[in-house]
């Protein structure tokens, strides 16, 4: 971001606009999200394999075959990703969200202190917080350990953000049960990963922000003058995305539609 800012420094004749693409993504990436944890619940995956191969393997995979119905759900930020994956989960669902805003820690904080006041989870859902040194390996060993017990870790932010090593170990000792990953630290990753060939994982190749139409709805976004991403100075405080002062107040979320 400072990179871009120094574009208009020093002052242009016609200065450089800066914009953004809003909520332009939310939608779609919220509907990959859902989409990659139900798969895994479901375990489509498997009998995708299954399928070419005409195994029968309904008996083997019943038992694993799980809900996201009343399960608790971190995501990891409050923006408008964050944000889009509630309605549908709620709609779908009666699962208990928890948000949880990312703030880079202190030089002098202690992540063990922290742990004990997460709550249980069983799928862990990511919102990307920017790429920082501090926000890289943010879901460390330590935090992913605190999570449930066979619980499910979606990445649909930063690759970065995540822990990939930690996160491998946990699945394979059993402490988390899967992940499903649309991006991760390398893009494309590379070939001798274990997360390719790991029973466990779900790789989606970051296509979570993709959607039809994608290339006119961001040309119109981006440079339509009505638009919060070219008109930022017109945002009133009560469209704006509630800020994390104001997330405590939406959680533990109902599980009642909307």
Known sequence: MNAYLALNAPPRTTPVQLTDTGRLYDRAVA???????????????????????????????EPAIRALDGQRVLILGAGAIAHGIRAPARR????????LPHRPPRL?????????RTPPLRSAHQHPPPH?????????HARLARLKRDAVVCNVGRGSTLDETALLALLD?????GAVLDVTAI????????????????????TGGRFPGETESQASTSFSPTSPASNAASRSPTSSTPT???????????????
């Open 132 to 140: 920082t040194p501090a926000t890289i390996g943010f879901l460390n």
């Open 187 to 206: 893009e494309p990753l590379p070939t001798d990963s274990p997360l390719w060939r790991h029973p466990k994982v779900l790789l989606t190749q970051h």
């Open 92 to 99: 779908l669902q009666r699962a208990r969200l928890f948000f």
């Open 31 to 61: 509907e990959a999200a859902l989409a990659g944890i139900l798969a895994y619940y479901r375990q489509l995956p498997r009998l995708l394999v299954a399928q070419p191969a005409a195994r029968w393997i309904k008996p083997a995979v």
């Open 108 to 116: 002098d904080h202690d992540p063990h202190r922290t742990q004990h």
């Open 244 to 258: 994390a002062a104001t997330e405590p107040q939406t959680m533990p979320a109902t599980s009642a539609p909307p």
């Open 173 to 177: 000792s059993g402490h988390l049960g």
